[in-house]
């Protein structure tokens, strides 16, 4: 398994300013995500995040209003920039511990941001 | 793109009934199938996961899913529910050799007393 530790776990931001997520795991991984959990929605894959290189992002996300970093195997941040109401939601930081026959994400408790 | 679809957006049950949530799929290839659920207050947690083998699939607290390939679907099961059952629940799925999960929209489980 994997213990993922989020930084912060809510917080309420105002219109404008920016965030950044902290993400730590105990033990060194491959694989490391970036979710979206949008109030009364299901998860939404923001972007993929590359120890070494530039994240990936999926469609709809750009890196100007989600700048990730992943210095090392073991943590990575998201950034929430220029923020707006539209962004309060829960943003999940995902990790992949991978056996070809088990592998399985493991989830961070989120971080709930407010945007007033 | 693969898409996943939970039909049963809330289902409220009585302690005791039996439970059965719909996934459906959209992807012809190789799939891995993972049911999550989240507990009032708490992170996601693994349910069960189908990567090979039998179809039916047993997981933790007496859930189990049949993968039934012909009908690319993965719904979920408990003979008898109970309230700590109560939670929101979501199908994924893993294709080809990509790592990330597509998720459902989830399904709100109630169960009362």
């Known amino acids: 398994s994997a213990v993922i530790s989020q930084k912060p776990s809510r917080d309420i931001c105002q219109r404008g300013t920016s965030l950044t997520i902290q993400c730590q795991v105990d033990s060194q991984v491959t694989m490391m995500f970036w979710y979206r959990q949008q109030p009364g929605q299901s998860l939404t894959l923001i972007a993929t995040?590359?120890?070494?290189?530039?994240?990936?992002?999926e469609s709809g996300f750009v890196i100007d209003k989600f700048p990730i970093s992943r210095p090392n195997l073991t943590f990575s941040t998201l950034t929430v920039s220029n923020m707006s109401p539209e962004d309060s939601s829960i943003y999940l930081c995902s990790v992949e511990k991978w056996d070809p026959n088990t592998g399985e994400l493991f989830f961070g408790e989120g971080s709930r941001l407010t945007v007033l | 793109a693969q898409s996943v679809s939970q039909h049963n957006h809330h289902v409220i049950l009585s302690e005791a009934a039996s439970l059965e949530l719909g996934c459906n799929y959209s992807y012809g290839g190789t799939v891995n199938l993972f049911w999550y659920v989240q507990y009032p207050g708490q992170h996601l947690q693994l349910l069960l996961k189908?990567?090979?083998?039998?179809?039916l699939v047993k997981g933790i607290k007496g859930f189990e899913a049949e993968f039934i390939k012909s009908k690319f679907s993965f719904n979920l099961r408990k003979p008898s529910v109970q309230w700590s059952d109560t939670a929101e629940y979501f199908c994924a799925v893993r294709t080809g050799t990509a790592s990330k999960l597509t998720f459902g929209t989830g399904t709100r489980l109630q169960v009362t007393l």
């Open positions: 189908y990567f090979s083998g039998d179809p």
């Open positions: 995040a590359n120890q070494g290189s530039e994240a990936t992002y």
